[in-house]
């Protein structure tokens, strides 16, 4: 690499997992073009690839048959990964472009095997980041934990996501399902985001069974999003019958960009009590479709969202029943919220964030 | 879009939404305060759904017992064969219990074999859970009331006598000091006074904390853990009064190998303790009945002092109840030691 020879080349990605839907995997696919529309050669490289992407990505260890003076490795740090000791063996100039991960902390108990993974997560951040050019991370939040890990250049650019599928015509069928319940009265709570415990979302159920009880018996919560915690979905699937909130609480899994389109455009509030957020892109995907949040204020949260939501300390269900009350009963603080979330997403737009990765790495490697 | 998400930007948008919000956080957090004055949010509430919750989850999460969790495997261990053949579509239910049946022995014959092997591990499990209740039942019948310090009140305060012959050694000591246990600093504040940079560390915690600090570091801190936290060769000088009296000799022989590794060389190591008269004494504190140990004649702690390198000496008190030892590291580094 040599800044002063005109820089770079090729910058080319390198990943855990390539894999579609997925907020990483979006950004690596969108990072690929704005940096191909700067100038510069680009591929992605990854230890495992979905065979919907097969064409869009090779195996890491193919990188050395692609290889060139003076390529400069970004590495999608997620998790760990057999591709960062990999990295870190081959010597690359490296750009670390930090994700952030769950603390093993917040698994221990539910998941070994996922303690583990966070655990070697954690010594993978500690191998790459004092010999990173630079560290980009999605918050200040998480800039902060790339600081502590010897990161020594680091700044803060958030996520390239594709925020218009919330906007985009929804799934018919689930639209008619969801008006269908809308009908029998009662606010739609949202959330989206995997099934995991620092997702807290248990503690969602107790918000909801506290507003019911209080403010609104017809309300229901729709939980979207997949699971990697077979131990916490058991439970709080449990949790919800002893509740008797079956009727009451969606847990969806995974769903198509057009359902998903359906829940925003149905929600009368999204509502996060995350414990770890990195960053946090169902929040800005809320903010576009123009749905007021209530949310606890944990890791990123509080940067990512500005004023657009109602911002809890913790996740004391009396405080959030009476939060979700006023969204939704109080037309000024909804309106208020809405509009503040639209100009909020309006600086997180791809197009606006693109630029600032370009320049970015071009202060650290040169231009193309 | 919902009624609720179609409105448009009100005229009433606020100059401040900051401080707007805020404000209406106030407000929530006020409504919350009335609601639980009236009695609608009992506290038992929250914690009952909390309780609730774990009820569901893993023990990891729960923090509880082998026992229980070899009930959860019991229960596991046996894997049913004959699957369900439920079905949404009558057809289904038929289609299903077709296949049941043609593949019954293959799955019969596998989940056999796994039930088995999971029973084998299971077994195995009860009896390592067995064998742990009854180390524990033996360590409990076996368990001495903890006396981390045992201080004779006359042997406190620097009008003591053994306080001035160990500032005395003290005086050359080739780095910081530490007193342990230091009460509430009153020897610590001495050897500051002579010139000596020391500190202080003190397992009762409530002494530690209510002493008049000062410029005084004094922590509230075991003495071991203390000594493994500190660096090789980092202190130049160790005093140990009130410490050794209620330790059983395994715990003496650890403190000695580790006060051995944390004395820089030509450190000076000083104890302060206390004779059988002393001990048997109808004053002595209640500590000195209920530690495992009993009290070294100084001339024992000479011999394994030297044993272990120092060069020791011992010096009775003026009524022949209490003593001062004081011995000098050898210039060996804790490294050399080691390896002798």
Same mark, same amino acid.
């Given at each position: 690499m040599s800044a002063a020879a005109g820089g770079?080349?090729?910058?080319?990605?390198?990943?855990?997992?390539?894999?579609?839907?997925?907020?990483?995997?979006?950004?690596?696919?969108?990072? !690929?073009?704005?940096?191909?529309?700067?100038?510069?050669?680009?591929?992605?490289?990854?230890?495992?690839?979905? +065979?919907?992407?097969?064409?869009?990505?090779?195996?890491?260890?193919?990188?050395?048959?692609?290889?060139?003076?003076?390529?400069? /490795?970004?590495?999608?740090?997620?998790?760990?990964?057999?591709?960062?000791?990999?990295?870190?063996?081959?010597?690359?100039?490296?750009?670390?472009?930090?994700?952030?991960?769950?603390?093993?902390?917040?698994? /221990?108990?539910?998941?070994?095997?996922?303690?583990?993974?966070?655990?070697?997560? !954690?010594? +993978?951040?500690?191998?790459?980041?004092?010999? /990173?050019?630079?560290?980009?991370a999605r918050s200040a939040f998480s800039e902060r934990a790339l600081r502590r890990a010897g990161c020594r250049r680091t700044a803060v650019v958030p996520v390239l996501a594709d925020y218009g599928r919330v906007t985009a015509t929804p799934d018919p069928r689930v639209a008619a399902e969801l008006a269908a319940r809308r009908a029998e009265g009662g606010a739609d709570?949202?959330?989206?985001?995997?099934?995991?415990?620092?997702?807290?979302?248990?503690?969602?159920?107790? /918000?909801?069974?506290?507003? !019911? !009880?209080?403010?609104?018996?017809?309300?229901?919560?729709?939980?979207?999003?997949?699971?990697?915690?077979?131990?916490?979905?058991?439970?709080?699937?449990?949790?919800? +019958?002893d509740l008797g909130l079956a009727g009451a609480v969606r847990i969806t899994g995974e769903v198509s960009d057009a359902a998903l389109a359906a829940y925003f455009a149905e929600a009368n509030v999204f509502l996060s009590l995350s414990v770890h957020e990195g960053f946090g892109v169902p929040?800005?995907?809320?903010?576009?479709?123009?749905v007021p949040i209530v949310a606890r204020d944990a890791g990123a949260v509080g940067q990512t969202v500005?004023?657009?939501?109602?911002?809890?300390?913790?996740?004391?269900?009396?405080?959030?029943?009476?939060?979700?009350?006023?969204?939704?009963?109080?037309?000024?603080?909804?309106?208020?919220?809405?509009a503040e979330g639209h100009r909020r997403a309006a600086e997180l737009r791809s197009d606006v964030v693109g630029r600032q990765f370009v320049d970015a790495i071009a202060e650290v490697v040169g231009r193309p | 879009m919902s009624e609720n998400n179609a409105e448009s930007t009100p005229d009433t948008h606020p100059d401040d939404p900051g401080a707007y919000v805020q404000q209406v956080m106030a407000e929530i957090a006020e409504e919350v305060r009335l609601r639980r004055a009236s009695g609608d949010l009992p506290p038992k509430l929250e914690r009952e759904l909390d309780e609730l919750f774990l009820a569901h989850s893993p023990i990891g999460v729960r923090g509880g017992s082998l026992s229980e969790a070899l009930r959860m495997v019991d229960a596991a261990t046996f894997i049913d064969p004959v699957v369900p053949v439920d079905s949404e579509r009558a057809a289904g239910a038929v289609v299903k219990k077709g296949m049941r049946s043609m593949l019954l022995w293959y799955?019969?014959?596998?989940?056999?074999?796994?039930?088995?092997?999971?029973?084998?591990?299971?077994?195995?499990?009860?009896?390592?859970?067995?064998?742990?209740?009854?180390?524990?039942?033996?360590?409990?019948?076996?368990?001495?009331?903890?006396?981390?310090?045992?201080?004779?009140?006359?042997?406190?305060?620097?009008?003591?006598?053994?306080?001035?012959?160990?500032?005395?050694?003290l005086a050359k000591a080739p780095g910081r000091v530490l007193h342990a246990a230091c009460g509430d600093g009153w020897l610590v504040r001495r050897i500051a006074d002579s010139g000596v940079d020391a500190y202080g560390i003190d397992p009762r915690t409530p002494i530690v904390d209510i002493a008049e600090l000062d410029a005084l570091d004094l922590r509230g801190e075991s003495v071991p853990e203390h000594l493994r936290a500190v660096a090789a060769a980092g202190l130049g000088g160790i005093v140990l009064s009130g410490t050794v009296e209620g330790m059983a000799g395994g715990e003496r022989n650890e403190l000695l190998a580790v006060v051995g590794t944390r004395l820089a060389p030509g450190g000076t190591l000083v104890i302060h303790s206390v004779g059988r008269q002393a001990w048997e004494a109808a004053d002595a504190p209640y500590g000195a009945d209920l530690a495992p140990g009993r009290p070294l004649r100084p001339d024992t702690w000479c011999r394994l002092l030297e044993e272990d390198g120092y060069v020791a000496s011992a010096q009775d008190g003026p009524d022949g109840s209490d003593y001062l030892i004081t011995a000098v590291r050898a210039g060996l580094t804790p490294y050399e030691h080691d390896a002798r």
């Open positions: 770079p080349v090729a910058v080319h990605q390198f990943l855990p997992a390539l894999n579609p839907h997925d907020a990483t995997g979006t950004h690596t696919l969108k990072l !690929r073009e704005v940096l191909r529309q700067a100038g510069w050669r680009s591929e992605i490289f990854a230890e495992a690839i979905h +065979d919907d992407l097969a064409a869009e990505a090779l195996k890491h260890w193919m990188y050395p048959e692609h290889a060139a003076d003076g390529d400069v /490795a970004v590495y999608q740090f997620t998790t760990s990964s057999a591709v960062a000791p990999y990295l870190a063996e081959h010597g690359l100039p490296l750009i670390l472009d930090f994700h952030n991960f769950t603390s093993p902390e917040l698994f /221990a108990g539910w998941e070994p095997g996922n303690v583990t993974r966070a655990a070697q997560a !954690r010594q +993978d951040l500690a191998l790459l980041a004092p010999e /990173a050019k630079l560290g980009l709570i949202l959330f989206v985001g995997r099934v995991v415990p620092s997702k807290a979302q248990h503690e969602l159920v107790k /918000a909801l069974w506290t507003y !019911r !009880r209080l403010y609104d018996p017809n309300a229901r919560l729709h939980l979207v999003g997949g699971t990697s915690s077979y131990e916490y979905n058991r439970s709080l699937l449990g949790f919800v +019958d929040l800005v995907e809320a903010m576009t479709a123009g500005g004023h657009a939501a109602l911002l809890l300390e913790a996740g004391d269900p009396a405080y959030v029943a009476a939060a979700l009350h006023r969204v939704c009963t109080d037309g000024v603080v909804r309106r208020t919220l809405v | 799955v019969g014959w596998l989940t056999h074999q796994m039930s088995q092997s999971a029973s084998a591990v299971s077994r195995a499990l009860h009896i390592v859970d067995d064998r742990l209740k009854e180390l524990e039942r033996q360590v409990d019948s076996q368990r001495v009331s903890d006396s981390a310090v045992v201080e004779f009140p006359t042997s406190v305060g620097t009008g003591a006598w053994w306080v001035e012959p160990a500032l005395a050694a």
